[in-house]
């Protein structure tokens, strides 16, 4: 992949970047009160490649996605506000257009001078960002690329995405993979050959997100642990009942075939032995302990049990190597947070080389109070993580090659 070094001297050129600013915003309920961003570990992310740009003199032209609009502006999703925390990191102005590619985001990049760095309007404001017609996505990408000389990619968290602002521009101009992409990259590739004993914890709602990956894995870990939403599946492919917990039916032949093919390959696939069941998807629903394999008919699992989350960290206490992706349990709700705590506090007690894989939840990991510095990487992708472990070919790395 080419570098940012191969750009060559970037002084007074316009230069794209297209990161992944894609944060969680809580809106205000009144009228005009603003944006907060919750977690803004992808700016942070972002800062690095957009200063080293600026600082070597280029005239820095930033573009995201925020959420997922339907190809119309639609207020909630404004990158506005991550203007105004972008700014502040890098300590610099943030020019923001007020669209992506009109009149806005042309006299916006009109007026850079060296150094300067702007903002473009969300991408998925415009219908050709992500349009499975190559026609419609080329058309914005070559208004897209009027706006620059050259286009580095650093949203690791879009790479797999076949969109005109990953994919199609970078046909079009000089181009570059940014430092964030490379370094996730390297630490992706350090876990498809890990250091021994290796590890992978798997949690979130659902199994049929995580099939492809699942049947990687297998090929790769020493053991798997499983919990959030998608452990019920499992629980009932070995014969429990779940109650009214969360079911994919439809999934349990092909997890009763992953445990066959576990047993087969030697892994160890660790399920919990005790849930928080409660009467209800609520923080304040009664709940209690159960063991795994006595859910009750009228409750809900909502996080794995104590005794899971000692089990688990056992089981993580010796690792070399650990992949993480996806909550425990139901971790926004305090008192369903336990399993996911417990977990992420192994992994700063074990000495493995710990990635953490994912987008919104590794922002939980920040939220529950965890040193980011902690674990050896939180991956900006959680989409792009699983579908590089799973061997899928990622047309934003694709691109960058040629
Ligand atoms: C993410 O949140 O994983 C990335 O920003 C990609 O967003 P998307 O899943 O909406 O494409
Ligand atoms: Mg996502």
């Given at each position: 992949m080419k570098t940012i070094d191969d750009l060559g001297d970037v002084r007074g050129r316009r230069v794209l970047v297209r990161s992944d600013l894609n944060v969680p915003l809580e809106h205000g309920d009144q009228p005009g009160s603003g944006a907060r961003i919750t977690d803004d570990g992808r700016v942070r992310a972002s800062v690095p490649v957009i200063k080293r740009l600026s600082d070597a003199g280029a005239r820095v032209v930033v573009m995201s996605h925020l959420g997922r609009p339907k190809g119309a502006p639609e207020a909630k999703y404004s990158l506005e506000p991550v203007a105004g925390r972008l700014a502040e990191l890098l300590g610099r102005p943030v020019a923001f257009a007020a669209?992506?590619?009109?009149e806005s985001a042309a006299s916006t990049v009109a007026g850079l001078a060296d150094g300067d760095v702007a903002l473009l309007e969300n991408l998925r404001f415009d219908p050709g960002e992500t349009s499975k017609d190559e026609t419609e996505r080329g058309e914005f990408a070559a208004r897209l690329a009027a706006l620059g000389d050259a286009v580095v990619v650093d949203g690791f968290g879009v790479v797999h995405r076949k969109h005109a602002s990953v994919y199609d521009v970078v046909k079009r101009l000089p181009h570059a993979a940014g430092d964030l992409v490379l370094k996730e990259v390297e630490v992706l590739r350090r876990l498809t050959d890990p250091e021994r004993p290796y590890a992978v914890v798997l949690g979130g709602s659902k199994v049929s997100d995580k099939l492809g990956v699942i049947a990687n894995l297998l090929k790769v870990a020493d053991r798997l642990l499983i919990g959030g939403g998608m452990v019920f599946t499992f629980l009932k492919a070995q014969g429990h009942e779940v109650g009214r917990s969360l079911l994919e039916e439809d999934q349990l032949d092909a997890v009763r075939g992953y445990l066959a093919q576990a047993e087969e390959r030697g892994v160890e696939v660790v399920l919990p032995v005790d849930v928080v069941a409660a009467t209800a998807f609520a923080a304040d629903a009664e709940h209690d302990v159960y063991a795994a394999d006595a859910i009750p008919a009228d409750r809900l699992g909502l996080d794995i049990g104590p005794r899971s989350g000692e089990l688990f960290a056992s089981k993580l206490a010796d690792t070399a190597t650990v992949f993480w992706n996806g909550?425990?349990?139901?971790?926004?709700m305090a008192p369903y947070a336990d399993g996911t705590r417990a977990v992420a506090q192994a992994l700063v007690d074990a000495k493995a080389f710990s990635v953490v894989g994912g987008g919104d939840y590794a922002a939980a990991v920040r939220q529950l109070g965890f040193d980011e510095k902690a674990f050896g990487h939180i991956s900006t992708g959680g989409g792009a993580s699983l579908e590089y472990l799973e061997g899928k070919e990622l047309p934003g790395l694709t691109v960058l090659s040629d």
């Open positions: 669209d992506t590619v009109g909550p425990m349990g139901v971790f926004e």
